[in-house]
């Protein structure tokens, strides 16, 4: 490879921009491999499963406010909401609800969200443009292979220099969507290579918040997605970026990264799909404490753990997580989704009542932290780098070693390989589905859930995607008597 040694830059291929530009106007539904067009309707599914729990928290209502305070009249869909907007703040609005939970899908190695930003970039889009199925899903792939590939060319300098790729790297996925949609003929590689040139400069999104809390991370993946879109149409409307955005000398990747393989970028392009490694989560924490949150409540359930019957718990972890994942006694909720000792206490606590389709929420979050008894636990959980998991870690799952030590010294461990979801041991159609209903039937009658269950069968065969608008466009959850 040739690079810069100074930066670790590394580009031994063609100029991956444009080669990224060029896949995304060049790829059709139609050529979409089978199975990655169900694997869409899966994740499209899941979207608006999260989405619809993520819109009633509290910051979606001060993303709603936000959004009012702006003014402004569009034809693109707000996700159960009567009115419309324009593409910029519905894409906004919707990747808050989709985004603001940490129950979205992942991908781990490239360690960002991609569903909530490539979707709701795209929904909005489509609504202006009359979209069809075909295009829509061409959009969406391409959207989540930019993201992910730029993500995963810059980790995990990017990561550890303090920038959570979500909000960095989510603007060129919703970039390449939007702009999939509005630009066609031969015009159209140069165009998107713009967008991907303009939304570069839009890029932000710090992890601070790991450490001293707040609220900001409940917006990235919206800021993102709005980045995207506005990239998309002011290139529609004249602007440009570099071409060269990506490997230039003054780019994106030597810019945020200390090291970078820009070629992860450009291999296999348009013949291996890297959204097959996305990571359905279970629970809304971390994807990579997802395994460890798992093995404890399986190992507590399975032995009937009394919790006060506990004296150590360790966890074995990859060294990737050490020192962002593992900070102990969160100040707030996001904090606490994020931290792997508070994450291990409290499925502990909760492992006796849980059920096969349990799931921590935010609500079980907010609940514990200021409950003692999570406290308690969570005094005795240790986490240190264990090297058969450092091992086991790869850019779809991170592992997890459990060991639960006893009072009356008896001890019980697992080792998880990976968390259901991921994609070596993921979610049926069925559980998909189930997950689906479970949710939308608060805000939908089960003749809406039905078709767009449908409708996620084969996306491609939607002849309009605003059939998709129109049907979650103002569905609320029924008021609880009383």
């Given at each position: 490879m040739s690079g810069s040694s100074a930066t670790g830059l590394a580009c031994a291929g063609a100029a991956p921009t444009l080669r990224l530009a060029e896949f995304a106007a060049g790829l059709t539904g139609a050529a979409l491999p089978n199975d990655i067009?169900?694997?869409?309707?899966?994740?499209?599914?899941?979207?608006?499963?999260?989405?619809?729990?993520?819109?009633?928290?509290?910051?979606?209502?001060?993303?709603?406010a936000y959004v009012e305070h702006l003014g402004g009249q569009g034809?693109?869909?707000?996700?159960?909401?009567?009115?419309?907007?324009?593409a910029v703040r519905?894409?906004?609005?919707?990747?808050?609800?989709?985004?603001?939970?940490?129950a979205d899908d992942t991908h781990v190695g490239s360690m960002l969200h991609p569903g909530a930003i490539v979707f709701s970039a795209a929904?909005?889009?489509?609504?202006e443009t009359g979209a069809s199925g075909k295009d829509f899903v061409a959009a969406v792939a391409a959207g989540y292979e930019a993201m992910i590939r730029i993500g995963l060319s810059l980790q995990p300098t990017h990561f550890q220099r303090g920038?959570?790729?979500?909000?960095?790297?989510g603007g060129f996925g919703a970039a390449v969507a939007a702009a999939r949609l509005q630009f066609a003929g031969e015009?159209?590689?140069?165009?998107?290579?713009?967008?991907?040139?303009?939304?570069?400069?839009?890029?932000?999104?710090?992890?601070?918040?790991?450490?001293?809390?707040?609220?900001?991370?409940?917006?990235?993946?919206?800021?993102?997605?709005?980045?995207?879109?506005?990239?998309?149409?002011?290139?529609?409307?004249?602007?440009?970026?570099?071409?060269?955005?990506?490997?230039?000398?003054?780019?994106?990747?030597?810019?945020?990264?200390?090291?970078?393989?820009?070629?992860?970028?450009t291999h296999g392009l348009g013949r291996e799909f890297l959204l097959r490694e996305v990571t359905v989560k279970g629970h809304a924490c971390s994807a990579r404490v997802q395994a460890a949150v798992e093995g404890l409540i399986d190992l507590c359930r399975q032995y009937r753990i009394d919790p006060d019957a506990i004296t150590d718990i360790f966890i074995g972890i990859p060294a990737v997580i050490l020192g962002r994942l593992t900070i102990p006694r969160p100040i707030d909720v996001q904090a606490a989704q994020m931290s792997l000792p508070h994450s291990a206490a409290l499925a502990v606590a909760l492992a006796a009542k849980a059920d096969d389709g349990f799931a921590l929420s935010v609500a079980d979050y907010a609940a514990s932290l200021a409950d003692p008894r999570v406290k308690k636990i969570e005094a005795r959980v240790r986490c240190a780098v264990d090297p058969q998991v450092e091992a086991a870690t790869t850019a779809e799952s991170v592992p997890a070693r459990i060991v639960i030590k006893?009072?009356?010294?008896?001890?019980?461990?697992?080792?998880?390989?990976?968390?259901?979801g991921s994609p070596s041991r993921p979610f049926t159609r069925a559980d998909h589905v189930a997950r689906f209903r479970r949710e939308l039937g608060?805000?939908?009658?089960?003749?809406?859930?039905?078709?767009?269950?449908?409708?996620?069968?084969?996306?491609?065969?939607?002849?309009?995607?605003?059939?998709?608008?129109?049907?979650?466009?103002g569905a609320a959850r029924p008021k609880l008597p009383g």
């Open positions: 067009k169900q694997r869409l309707g899966e994740l499209f599914l899941d979207y608006l499963r999260v989405a619809s729990i993520g819109a009633e928290m509290p910051w979606s209502e001060w993303a709603r034809r693109s869909v707000v996700l159960f909401r009567p009115e419309r907007c324009d519905a894409a906004f609005l919707n990747a808050t609800y989709a985004g603001s939970i940490d929904l909005a889009i489509a609504d920038f959570q790729s979500t909000a960095t790297c015009e159209a590689a140069h165009r998107i290579a713009a967008s991907i040139g303009l939304v570069a400069s839009f890029a932000g999104g710090l992890t601070q918040f790991y450490r001293s809390g707040s609220t900001v991370k409940r917006i990235h993946a919206a800021r993102a997605a709005e980045n995207g879109v506005a990239a998309a149409l002011l290139a529609r409307h004249g602007f440009t970026g570099p071409q060269d955005i990506l490997e230039g000398a003054n780019g994106f990747a030597r810019a945020y990264a200390d090291a970078a393989d820009l070629d992860i970028i006893l009072r009356n010294g008896v001890v019980h461990d697992a080792f998880v390989p990976a968390p259901r608060k805000r939908l009658d089960h003749k809406a859930c039905d078709e767009l269950v449908a409708i996620a069968e084969n996306l491609a065969d939607l002849d309009q995607v605003a059939r998709i608008s129109d049907i979650v466009g």
